[in-house]
């Protein structure tokens, strides 16, 4: 029997995420980072993405998505690794004012990830994870969040300066995005660079950098390989960004607050924090 009903929904057969080919995790792949993202909004649950009752949710906190956390695949295995099973919406978004752009360090997982960047004008389709409190606070512990020595801050970025629209029209006040503590890498004239994709962004930081080749060797297969799982060969890579001058702020830091004067990654709210 066919799992598609007469309105064309698959079934629940037909949305898992390996029948909509959304399985594959950066984590297992890191050179096809960020993963695949779904086409259209979605509730996931588990190893299915189902569909949405509705965009909004104010009992949860939303995120904006810019790499690997729009991937169904990835985010299954950051919430699962804390041991929640409870279903994330995923809402896809237009958004503007940001831009995806090349985080300033070196993953263990093997890659270089994306990072929020300030892009006046700019129009990207993003998604909007909702997070309920347990969530929230196994994403901002994968991104670092907690440690005074973690890649990311968790910020909000407010509307007018950033605006996010959900695919009804409607408009959020703001949302939450993780701001790299490293800044972004630029892209030769100082202008940031956006993310082009893995395997190319490798390609092209090796071919530039004699010490990154020293250190991860000449090809993007090398250069994941070797990064995989080894703290201080990251570490290492990540100073060198810095000390060949590759490295230029996001222009989001001013939103980023104090940890210990209540900041966004302290507390858990769907609106703004307190001033």
């Known amino acids: ?105 070196v993953s263990r997982m093997g890659y270089v990830s994306a990072s929020p960047l300030k892009a006046p004008g700019v129009e990207r389709e993003l998604f909007v994870i909702w997070l309920d409190a347990e969530q929230l606070s196994a994403i901002d512990a994968s991104e670092g969040v907690p440690l005074p020595d973690g890649n990311y801050d968790r910020a909000w970025l407010p509307a007018p300066d950033v605006r996010v629209e959900l695919p009804d029209g409607t408009p ?39 010490r990154l080749r020293e250190l991860f060797g000449v090809s993007a297969e090398q250069f994941s390989t070797r990064a995989r799982a ?11 960004f810095a000390e060949e001058h590759l490295v230029t702020s996001s222009g989001l830091e001013r939103y980023v607050r104090s940890r210990r004067a209540g900041s966004p990654g302290a507390g858990v709210s769907s609106s703004p924090p307190r001033a």
């Open 172 to 210: 959020l006040p703001g949302a939450h995005a993780y701001v790299n503590r490293h800044g972004v890498l630029h892209d030769g004239t100082g202008a940031p660079r956006t993310h082009c994709g893995q395997r190319p962004l490798l390609t092209g930081l090796l071919m530039g950098s004699r």
């Open 230 to 240: 080894d703290r201080l060969l990251c570490a290492r890579g990540t100073r060198v």
């Open 1 to 105: 029997m066919s799992t598609e009903d007469r309105t064309g929904d698959p079934g629940p057969a037909g949305r898992t995420l390996r029948a909509l080919g959304l399985a594959e995790a950066p984590r297992e792949h890191p050179l096809r980072y960020p993963g695949p993202w779904p086409r259209e909004s979605g509730l996931l649950d588990g190893d299915r993405l189902l569909p949405l009752d509705r965009l909004v949710h104010e009992d949860r906190v939303p995120v904006l998505a810019f790499g690997s956390n729009a991937s169904p695949g990835q985010l299954r295995h950051k919430v699962a690794r804390f041991g929640i099973s409870s279903p994330v919406p995923m809402v896809r978004a237009r958004v503007t004012g940001v831009d995806v752009g090349v985080s300033a360090h």
